[in-house]
């Protein structure tokens, strides 16, 4: 009896083994992650092109293959036949060929599609007919083609777009459409002129371009608000400033405002992409040249022998094609995207190589091959980052924490991630970061959702037509998905 620990002795043991528990809590929370598992299913019956959220975050759009884009209200869930619980259909929007992207207007006043046929199509979200097979179908209220766009894909039979990326985009703040359809050609349409009865909305802006343009954005930033870039196959990216146009006739069509080039940005071969900063001050530009740029748009150089550039700030190198890029919200890191690695450069504190070039530190690359899946996210925190893997995973990893892999070289650590099966994909965030959308193109396709994925609610996931939303344990305390929604 007297080799019995005292109750003193036992007080202190017991403390140990609360503190050793919390330890390995903490150990366990930095070094392994949580594997997802599905609990709700979207259904679509075409391969899905691309996904989007309502600006509310409880509607969805998909567009898909067989030419058909459905609207999903997340507000009404039920059970399919196969006891699955599944978002209701608020309307099906139909069209004539594949539809490349569908995507919502500021306030959620009309749906906007672009199909391959070049046509842009405008829809009432609210406004449905029911067929006699009890299917909703929605009121197409504007069809439109750029002028001259039949001439200029005649030379292909084939649109050339770049899959990973919307091909569409409204301003945040003007009603106005940025188009580009796989021609040598980006459109500013001004949605405001559209009054019952009128085919097509006014041009704001016609932005020409010698080759295929890859991609086109607005600038962000209160000082930006008339400026916009766009890339193109040839090596160019065109800051273009919209309040100082001129005007050019394009086959018989009425005169159409071109507005100024500010500037041009330049690659030895084609430019697939580009990311804004926060403010938009800084643009990274990446290339088929194996190179990412990174560049200064407040600061303009005037050089008389060649056009205007802005201030090239440095050069990412890579070792292949650089499909994708990201800016974290505070504009302290930058991530970039190739087929074989996704690497994460810290842009905050730069420093002059001995030939008098400035030299950004790479923290960690992540060697795990995307094929041309070509995608990352930061969280709105800056914290947490998202990539996808041709090797069947997405994955979350804390940018905070650096562990080393099993070559001793630095990777953030891995929060959470979730098996899919491969395929290209590419993703959207909806407004506050509850959701992230990932859609493929092709045969084996699908449309992935992220709910709420800062706080641990869920991820979707859809393979061949069916979409399946997971769990994300990002925090210990799970919540039910479809908190908020009602299951009918």
């Known amino acids: 009896m007297n080799n019995l620990p005292n109750k003193t002795s036992r007080r202190r043991l017991t403390s140990l083994l609360f503190v050793g528990l919390a330890l390995s809590t903490f150990y366990a929370r930095s070094f392994y992650y949580h594997e997802l598992d599905a609990f709700l299913v979207i259904e679509h019956s075409g391969g899905v092109q691309c996904a989007s959220f309502s600006p509310d975050g409880f509607r969805i759009l998909t567009a898909a293959g067989d030419g058909n884009a459905i609207l999903w209200d997340m507000a009404t869930l039920r059970r399919n036949r196969n006891g699955k619980i599944t978002p209701g259909v608020s309307g099906i929007m139909r069209h004539e060929s594949l539809v490349h992207c569908a995507i919502f207007s500021p306030y959620e006043k009309y749906i906007t599609s672009l199909s391959d046929s070049g046509a842009v199509s405008l829809w009432n979200p609210d406004i449905a007919n029911r067929t006699s097979a009890g299917i909703s179908m929605l009121q197409r209220t504007h069809q439109f083609i750029p002028p001259g766009y039949s001439s200029a894909r005649s030379e292909s039979s084939e649109a050339m777009l770049n899959p990973l990326v919307d091909n569409m985009a409204f301003h945040k703040e003007y009603n106005w459409l940025l188009t580009f359809s796989g021609t040598s050609d980006a459109w500013v349409w001004d949605m405001d002129s559209l009054p019952t009865g009128v085919a097509a909305p006014d041009v704001k802006a016609f932005l020409p371009h010698e080759s295929t343009v890859t991609f086109a954005r607005f600038r962000p930033g209160s000082d930006n608000k008339q400026q916009v870039v766009t890339a193109s196959d040839d090596g160019q990216a065109i800051l273009w400033n919209l309040d100082e146009p001129d005007y050019k006739t394009i086959e018989n069509s009425a005169p159409v405002p071109v507005p100024a080039r500010m500037a041009v940005m330049e690659h030895s071969e084609s430019i697939s992409y580009f990311a804004f900063s926060t403010n938009g001050s800084l643009i990274l530009t990446t290339s088929s040249d194996d190179t990412s740029k990174l560049w200064d748009l407040d600061q303009l150089l005037e050089d008389d022998s060649t056009p205007t550039k802005p201030l090239l700030k440095a050069t990412l190198p890579h070792d292949g094609d650089v499909l994708y890029a ?163």
């Open 326 to 488: 990201a800016f974290s919200p505070d504009s302290r890191k930058v991530v970039t995207v190739t087929a074989s690695a996704i690497r994460l450069w810290d842009i905050e504190n730069p420093k002059t190589a001995p030939d008098g070039k400035t030299v950004f530190n790479l923290l960690a690359l992540i060697s795990d091959p995307v094929g041309n899946t070509g995608y990352a996210a930061f969280s709105a925190d800056s914290h947490r980052l998202l990539t996808l893997g041709e090797q069947q995973n997405a994955t979350i990893w804390n940018v905070d924490e650096l562990v080393l892999d099993e070559n001793n070289l630095p990777i953030p650590a891995k929060v959470a991630q979730v098996v899919f099966p491969a395929g290209q994909l590419r993703a959207a965030l909806s407004p506050g970061e509850e959701y992230l959308m990932l859609s493929t193109s092709g045969q084996d396709q699908g449309v992935w959702n992220i709910s709420r994925y800062l706080s641990g609610h869920g991820l979707s996931l859809s393979y061949q037509g069916i979409t399946f939303l997971l769990p994300v344990f990002i925090t210990w305390l799970h919540q039910p998905a479809w908190q908020g929604f009602k299951l009918r």
